[in-house]
């Protein structure tokens, strides 16, 4: 079978742990720590934690023929708190909210079906944004897999939430 390689963009919090994490998921190729609809181009870190109106977010490229979007969405909720605006664990500040952006516009349809869902699953609505997406520019290269490089880093997602998702990774789904 052909591999099918698609993109989504995850914001989640801090995105060192989002990063680690999505690395693990079942059908994941690749991962890339970056920033995410905000005012400018290219921004640099400082300039994010300092209000430009980017989300901390990792592009995620996967191979939809191992993994569909619905799965590699419900593994990104299994780790953040759908609830919370602008915080994840520890962190707070715009930069931290949670968002989906899309480059497909058939995606859509798809990320506004599973979040009405967990929206449902919750029993309230949910601060998770669903936009196509505006700009993008990866991070510096120290935040580049960076609970790789700094094992003992802050981490959001715990390391069983991390351990725990390898378990699917062979699994074709």
Known sequence: MKKTIREIYLAGGCFWGLEKYMQNVSGVVETEAGYANGATREPSYEEVCGGSGHAETVRVMYDSTVSGLPFILRRYFDVIDPLSINRQGGDSGVQYRTGIYYTDKGDEPVIRAELEALSRECGQSIAVECLPLINYSPAEDYHQK????????????????????????DIVL
């Open 146 to 169: 960076y609970l790789d490089n700094n094992p003992g880093g802050y981490c959001h997602i715990s390391l069983d939430e991390i351990e725990e998702v390898k378990q699917y990774r």
